[in-house]
């Protein structure tokens, strides 16, 4: 039996959730590090996820990125997956040329799995992306990685046509942190959010989660540690006062 991993001693807000990064940070932890951390848990979830469906190796995973830390937690994703013997397949919502930033986590992490060989396109808009998902019709999983906890207002066009095309593919989804589009205080869709049949959240529980309305959008929720020591949320109080 695995050993209980250290968890914030609540659900977290936002703000909150935001600032166990920051801490982690600040004690020197590299934040390319925490994002390795948090794809690896990532991992073991949709391979779980992927055996309780019968899935095993060679099954095809497709994942569906942003422009930002979500997304590299989904390009972490998608190297574990093709070291483990599985075929991830990752759709980049917007132009890479023009919107990719190569020196950040996620952009290094891009650049790895273009190395590798990782089959990548480009999306620019959601019927793009919704001919990409139906080529994809062999796929067991499909990945959500779009959007993450930040999110605080209402959803920008082009990311709600991605979502309502993601939400309309056939297959089951996986949710990195939080469904896009999901606001992480209210566990209420920001105009749109996707539809998870798991949520694979890092640190610990989101204050969203516990509205009884986010669980059609978050499905099962998995709690991921990704190294952060615990001084890093000793922020947070046992009453979040929301």
């Not at 779009?146 to 046509?161: E, I, N, Q, W």
């Not at 540690?225 to 615990?230: D, E, Q, R, S, T």
Request: proline share 5%; glycine share 12%; net charge negative.
């Amino acid at each position: 039996m695995a050993a209980a991993v250290a968890q914030p001693p609540r659900s977290l807000t936002r703000e909150e959730a935001r600032l166990v990064d920051h801490k982690a940070a600040e004690m020197g932890q590299p934040t390319i590090i925490l994002m390795e951390n948090a794809g690896l848990g990532l991992t073991n979830s949709v391979c779980h996820e992927l055996a309780t469906r019968g899935a095993g190796v060679g099954a095809v995973v497709g994942i569906v990125c942003g422009r930002g830390n979500n997304a590299g937690d989904g390009y972490v994703l998608a190297r574990h997956l093709t070291l483990r013997g599985y075929v991830p397949r990752v759709a980049y919502c917007g132009d890479r040329a023009k919107t990719a930033k190569r020196d950040q986590d996620y952009g290094i992490n891009l650049t790895v799995i273009e190395n590798m060989g990782v089959s990548i396109e480009d999306v620019l808009d959601g019927p793009q992306l919704a001919a990409l998902l139906a080529r994809w019709s062999d796929a067991t999983l499909l990945v959500d990685a779009m959007l993450g906890t930040g999110l605080a207002g209402a959803v920008r066009d082009d990311y709600k046509a991605w979502i309502e095309a993601l939400n309309a593919a056939p297959q089951p989804k996986v949710a990195v942190d939080i469904p896009s589009g999901l606001d992480c205080d209210t566990g209420l869709p920001l105009g749109v959010a996707v539809r998870a049949c798991r949520t694979v959240t890092f640190v610990g529980r989101k204050v969203g989660f516990d509205t009884p309305a986010s669980l059609e959008y978050t499905g099962q929720v998995d709690v991921v540690p990704i190294g952060c020591p615990a001084a890093c949320w000793d922020h947070v109080a046992i009453s979040s006062g929301l």
